[in-house]
């Protein structure tokens, strides 16, 4: 395990944190007045290669060159000034630092991070972190690469690193329908039901691996909820006619995919980021990256317990009084994640999939983002 310390004088600014791999959703603008919580999960840190903080540079497009040197392959409307490698942990594990109040940024119900760094060091005064938990952000503290240090905690062991096998054990699976709270007007909070957030961020980043596994051809997902997933954008965004390429779900206690199949839907390791690979890969096929929940989930759907249960409900089965609500609209992929993705993949170079990030405005009267 590790502490974060101050550059400029060495005082200690976390608890002890263990590192895992960055939440696809760790961006994610969502809604309008949204609460989003907490991002990571309390004693861990991720780190985002890519630069993340303000201020941006703006216009009405950055060149390639300019964003391949923050971290895109194709042109994108604005690219971050900040540096890269940024680290981000939950608020509450933060220690020794005090707000910038002059730096709030653009917020209307928090802080933003828009104006860069808002929270400095309290022994030295020096801005080491930004804050972010406005309405309809992921609320975090981001710890600037530049003026921050990692150092070892003697005596405090690291978790072990577990296998894809105690991976899926023991990992969780993830709801594709949660209740979303919004900021409570006269008569307080308000809360609807709705597709998940991390899931629509999940399937945008995955929807960009799959326009580049795709080759420009039509792809065909597994039936079911894959298909309520990714299937309609798919449609939207490649040819119709000609050969489907096909796409199948895969990873650790699953069976061998077929010799044919093009393309593997496979879990990410949560503590390391690594994408699962078979030990006997098809030559073809293009592996496509989901977050361990959103896979479990896929691969093992939950379905409601056929009769109501009696006594105490185990952990995973869901109350049938009341039922939960289902979404009102089809399921969305995340425009903003998608985007991001696509551009900072080597591929996004070619012409294809360049049309198709320049476009985007266009395309979101489809109804899949």
């Not at 020096?126 to 952000?137: E, G, I, Q």
């Not at 961020?201 to 960009?208: K, S, Y």
């Not at 959103?294 to 039922?323: E, I, K």
Request: proline content about 11%; glycine content about 12%; overall charge neutral.
């Amino acid at each position: 395990m590790v502490i974060f310390v101050c550059a400029g004088c060495g005082a200690e600014l976390t608890t002890p944190l263990s590192r895992v791999s960055l939440p696809v959703h760790a961006r994610q603008k969502y809604g309008n007045g949204v609460q989003l919580p907490v991002l990571m999960e309390s004693g861990t840190f991720a780190v985002d290669p890519d630069p993340w903080e303000g201020p941006r540079r703006m216009g009405d497009g950055v060149d390639p060159g300019g964003a391949e040197t923050r971290g895109g392959r194709a042109p994108v409307h604005a690219v971050s000034a900040g540096t890269s490698g940024a680290s981000v942990i939950a608020p509450g594990d933060i220690r020794g630092t005090r707000l910038i109040p002059e730096k709030r940024g653009g917020a209307c119900c928090g802080l933003d991070g828009a104006d860069g760094p808002n929270m400095a060091c309290e022994r030295c005064g020096l801005p080491v972190a930004t804050r972010v938990d406005d309405c309809s952000l992921w609320q975090a503290v981001w710890l600037s690469s530049d003026v921050v240090r990692r150092v070892p905690v003697d005596g405090v062991h690291t978790a072990p690193l577990l296998s894809w096998a105690e991976v899926t054990e023991k990992g969780e699976k993830m709801s594709p329908v949660e209740p979303i709270a919004t900021w409570g007007g006269r008569l307080g909070s308000n809360h609807y039901w709705s597709w998940s957030p991390r899931w629509e961020a999940a399937a945008g980043h995955a929807l960009a691996h799959l326009l580049v596994a795709s080759q420009g051809q039509p792809v065909a997902v597994p039936g079911g909820l894959t298909t309520d997933v990714f299937q309609r954008a798919l449609d939207a965004l490649l040819p119709t006619d000609g050969p489907k390429r096909r796409a199948v779900l895969a990873g650790p206690g699953q069976p061998s995919p077929d010799a044919g199949v093009d393309i593997l839907l496979v879990p990410v390791h949560p503590q390391t980021g690594q994408t699962w690979t078979p030990e006997t890969p098809t030559a073809s096929a293009h592996l496509v990256p989901l977050p361990l929940g959103v896979w479990l989930w896929l691969v093992s759907p939950q379905p409601y317990p056929p009769v109501p249960a009696s006594g105490r409900l185990p952990r995973d089965v869901l109350r049938d009084d009341p039922l939960p609500l289902l979404p009102s609209r089809p399921f969305r992929a995340d425009r903003g994640t998608f985007q991001r993705t696509l551009a900072r993949l080597p591929a996004a170079r070619g012409p294809r999939l360049r049309a198709i990030l320049g476009n985007l405005g266009r395309n979101t009267s489809a109804g899949f983002f």
